[in-house]
């Protein structure tokens, strides 16, 4: 079954290229496109498009749908061409002539966009609630470890001092510009295209409000013509969001490949958390930080991926943007499994402490050195010759403590202000608002 057919058969090799993975990847859409219809059966009885004897009706079996689809109990039939097509047969066959009437005053369009907008907000919202998970870990490992001192490194060279403390909270503060990025997605697809039918409106009286507030959107996209051409901008913003998280943790993951080698040997894993090697006994590899790293590596491509699939499509649909289904469908969860993957090795992670007890980090100081001498009275210039004529001449001996006091420092982490700012991005999604209108839809 096909929406659009009527009384010509298409070629069997044509319709295997053009439905493609649709039937598989649309099976992630299905109850997204139950609540849709939901909400439109609603507006079209407002309307008087339903009699609300067919409204009923037709309610009553989309509700058995949902149950079906979250049971597991639901597919789409061979032959029959999308997610959207399987549900609409389904209707037809069980109400008869009132299944026919729920595709009035939308087009497959719409709907499909619909469906996505209704998708990425679900899998954001999945996304973020991973982000914060990690978040707290790391803020908890930053507090554990902040006073544990660690070298910081400029060019791959010993630098000045750091700790772990410090290394863990920037991360963590990395993923609030990333929550950042995350909600600007949020919010595009956070609009109902509902109504817009192929991109350019209907001559039905729709009341386009009306499913915006059951589906609990924010607000609309109001010019239909744009609402066709959000397909594809949302997936490049939802992916580059993606990215932005992805881009965090391959940092991190090389930092960690980094600090487990015996070059660094700053941190180590139990060993039920590495792998070892087929030929040297002594390895101990760290497999999972290394696959972080690859994995996210790849998602930090996905925007890119997306934007030369969009590149020279001018306005209006157009049957390239099916693919981008391929491209983004699969990245929420390989995104989520990073994510959680990283949460749970982060907190079985162990740190040698007096790093800096080692003769090869005494420069580390040097700065510090440089600033005591100013904090004397010398300007800074000539403090800063004193001390690495001092190195030259093997005379330099590093300060006995790290006296770092300004916000973000070594001595003061902010972990209670990158934590408040977090929650204000936090706050900022309407993740209840949503629920409570999809409760509303299967319940009423």
Known sequence: MKLWQKNISVAAEIEKFTVGKDAELDMQLARFDVLGSLAHAQMLQSIDLLSEQELEILQAELKQLYSRIEAGAFSIEAGVEDIHSQVELELTRRVGEAGKKIHSGRSRNDQVLLDLKLYFRDQLKETVQEVIALFEVLQSQSEKYKNVLLPGYTHLQVA????????????????????????????????????????????????????????????????????????????????????????????????????????????????????????????????????????????????????????????????????????????????????????????????????????????????????????????????????????????????????????????????????????QVLASFNFAKVERAYQNLLIS
């Open 160 to 423: 000045m001092p750091s700790s772990f403390g410090l290394w863990f909270g920037a991360y963590a503060e990395s993923l609030v510009d990333d929550m950042q990025l995350l909600l600007a997605a949020y919010k595009i697809a956070d609009k109902n295209p509902l109504g817009s039918a192929a991109g350019y409106g209907s001559s039905f009286p729709l009341n386009r409000q009306m499913t915006t507030e059951l589906l609990g959107f924010d607000s609309m996209n109001y010019n239909v013509v744009y609402a066709q051409m959000g397909r594809g901008k949302s997936e490049r913003v939802v992916a580059t969001g993606l990215a932005s998280v992805a881009a965090t943790l391959a940092k991190m993951a090389m930092d960690l490949c980094l600090y487990m080698s015996q070059n660094f040997s700053f941190i180590t894993l139990p060993d039920h958390l590495t792998t070892g090697s087929s030929i040297m006994p002594h390895k101990k590899n760290p497999d999972v930080f290394e696959l972080l790293r690859g994995k996210c590596n790849k998602l930090q491509a996905l925007p890119t991926e997306i934007s030369m699939l969009l590149i020279n499509l001018p306005s209006g649909y157009h049957r390239d943007l099916q693919l981008l289904k391929e491209n983004l469908f699969p990245a929420f969860a390989e995104l989520q499994s990073c994510i959680q993957m990283m949460t749970y090795m982060l907190q079985e992670v162990k740190v040698r402490e007096n790093i800096l007890e080692e003769d090869k980090y005494k420069y580390l100081f040097s700065v510090d050195a440089v600033n005591a001498l100013v904090l004397e009275g010398m300007p800074f210039r000539d403090a800063y010759k004193s001390v690495g004529e001092q190195i030259e001449s093997g005379a330099f001996t590093p300060p006995a403590a790290v006296e770092h006091t300004h916000e973000g420092s070594i001595g003061n982490l902010c972990t209670a202000e990158i934590a408040e700012q977090m929650q």
